[in-house]
């Protein structure tokens, strides 16, 4: 069993930077797979952002890369999203989600755990 933890979420400006963290428990983190979600009002939840359970790997949605950053520190047991450029349409609540593989994984269904979200507000 995993719980999941996001924090950092709030109210920025279009064009300013966010960081969202995930804390997991359990005492092996290093053998998940993490994915970052979004969920817009009305729409969806959509694929943002995973990660490998080692970090070499990583996979962004077209909408977010070369913006976004995935990284997590397996001795800290969190994930990070770095979040640049914001623009209106990331407003979202962020989740993070955690599944025991080896593989990176794009798809919600997929992962076994989840986070409460945190939300992230965008003004233009």
């Known amino acids: 069993q995993v719980q999941l933890v996001e924090s950092g979420g709030g109210l920025v400006q279009a064009g300013g930077s966010l960081r969202l963290s995930c804390a997991a428990s359990?005492?092996?983190?290093?053998?998940?797979?993490m994915g970052w979600f979004r969920q817009a009002p009305g729409k969806e939840r959509e694929f943002v952002a995973t990660i490998s359970k080692s970090g070499e790997s990583t996979y962004y949605a077209n909408s977010v890369k070369g913006r976004f950053t995935i990284s997590r520190d397996n001795a800290k047991n969190t994930v990070y999203l770095q979040m640049n450029s914001l623009k209106p349409e990331d407003t979202a609540v962020y989740y993070c989600?955690?599944?025991?593989?080896?593989?990176?994984?794009?798809?919600?269904?997929?992962?076994?755990?989840w986070g409460q979200g945190t939300q992230v507000t965008v003004s233009s």
């Open positions: 359990g005492r092996t983190f290093s053998s998940y797979a």
């Open positions: 989600a955690a599944r025991r593989t080896i593989q990176v994984l794009t798809a919600a269904e997929l992962y076994a755990y």
